[in-house]
T-cell receptor
Framework: DTAVSQTPKYLVTQMGNDKSIKCEQNLGHDTMYWYKQDSKKFLKIMFSYNNKELIINETVPNRFSPKSPDKAHLNLHINSLELGDSAVYFC?????????????????FGQGTRLTVV | DAKTTQPNSMESNEEEPVHLPCNHSTISGTDYIHWYRQLPSQGPEYVIHGLTSNVNNRMASLAIAEDRKSSTLILHRATLRDAAVYYCILRGRFGNEKLTFGTGTRLTIIP
């Protein structure tokens, strides 16, 4: 069973189009993330949701809108796609455990969605 | 965010131990040290994490300096499947904080 699954795996689309990437996790985690990895391989966080609430929004253009219908899903909708949006997008979810009163967690990542805007 | 410094690349022979260093001189008292790796064409994968004491799991060992300003990820017997980019990341006390990835160390395994 895939822990964090993203669809589609590949997405090729024209400039100006609107597209969505879906993410689902079956781990029972309460926090989900979207990361972007550009052509230089830098991985950077875009959004984080905890229990369906947005907790991190890292100066991402308004054209990007995450939506979390429930704790197991975090979808990413992108309006008016631009050439610079071409990248690999990774969804992740986080496990939080209690350790001597502290919280710590490990993140599980999906396989990525390679978006190419032409 | 406290930063980490890693060598850009390292090579190691197959079936030999690998020691991947990481410097984090500005680490705070409540920062955990996490290691992730990214195999080619895959998403990042959790490897190990620790706070103060050395840690072992089925994938690797993590040796943390006494002053916590550096750490070393140890792969005891490298295989070709361990070829990946390894990221050393400091993560705050609360587990759902973001992971801030640096440039990592690209590990090449020589057959």
């Amino acid at each position: 069973d895939t822990a964090v699954s993203q669809t589609p795996k590949y997405l090729v689309t024209q400039m100006g189009n609107d597209k969505s990437i879906k993410c689902e996790q079956n781990l029972g985690h309460d926090t989900m993330y979207w990361y972007k990895q550009d052509s230089k391989k830098f991985l950077k966080i875009m959004f984080s949701y905890n229990n369906k609430e947005l907790i991190i929004n890292e100066t991402v253009p308004n054209r990007f809108s995450p939506k979390s219908p429930d704790k197991a899903h975090l979808n990413l909708h992108i309006n008016s796609l631009e050439l610079g949006d071409s990248a690999v997008y990774f969804c992740a979810s986080s496990r939080v455990v209690l350790d001597r009163g502290r919280k710590e967690g490990e993140a599980f990542f999906g396989q990525g969605t390679r978006l190419t805007v032409v | 965010d406290a930063k980490t410094t890693q060598p850009n690349s390292m090579e190691s022979n197959e079936e030999e131990p690998v020691h991947l260093p990481c410097n984090h001189s500005t680490i705070s008292g409540t920062d955990y040290i996490h290691w992730y790796r990214q195999l080619p064409s895959q998403g990042p994968e959790y490897v190990i994490h620790g706070l103060t004491s050395n840690v072992n799991n089925r994938m690797a060992s993590l040796a943390i300096a006494e002053d916590r300003k550096s750490s070393t990820l140890i792969l005891h017997r490298a295989t070709l499947r361990d070829a990946a980019v390894y990221y050393c990341i400091l993560r705050g006390r609360f587990g759902n904080e973001k992971l801030t990835f640096g440039t990592g160390t690209r590990l090449t395994i020589i057959p």
